[in-house]
């Protein structure tokens, strides 16, 4: 009988270490990144231009001092159309970009193989400029930018993160169609920025 419960207690015993370490394995759920707007934001919309980027943090969800633009604090700089990313020959980031071809809410994850650009020259850039080279399209019959349908910029960032971005208006309060009023060099875009430097989103 002695042996009986001793056989048993073992038996439990190695019953609820299993359940625990089976407990302690379960892996931690993923948080749900969330999709960030920015709205208006300048890209130098001032007359006369000064000719210089506004430079963006994703993380921060901030504009970023052009006096830090030597670092890797910032990840996209706006200049009327021209986009550039913290990252080449010509900055001091980790950065890269290249554009996917999709809808923003179904690009869950960057595959391993894809080629990140980077800004190399003042015309070689990440995300070409001209339009229907890269994120935009212009039409000369009303003077008219629009962001291209299914253009989405993945952005590996300052920092070595990766971010997806949309551009939503290259005009302040982002009208719905053309008007001669409509101030340019305002953008808004959404974007989902992933912390944990994973290629998912």
Known sequence: MKRCIFYLSILSLTTFLAS???????????PTLEVRTTHNLPADASTPYTGKFTLY?????????NAD??????????????????????????????????????????????????DESATLLAIPTGSNNGWYNYNPANNWISPLAGKVLVIRTGEGKFAKVEILSYYQDSPTAPSPTAQARYYSFRYVYQPDGSRTF
């Open 20 to 30: 625990c370490q089976k407990e302690e394995e379960q892996p931690t759920p993923s």
């Open 57 to 65: 943090s994703l993380k921060d969800k901030a504009i970023i001092a």
């Open 69 to 118: 633009s030597a670092t890797n604090k910032w990840d996209i700089g706006f200049r009327g159309t021209t986009l550039i990313i913290n990252g080449g020959t010509m900055r001091t980031g980790q950065g890269g970009a290249y554009i996917h071809t999709g809808l923003f809410e179904e690009l869950r994850e960057i595959p391993a193989t894809q080629i990140f650009r980077t």
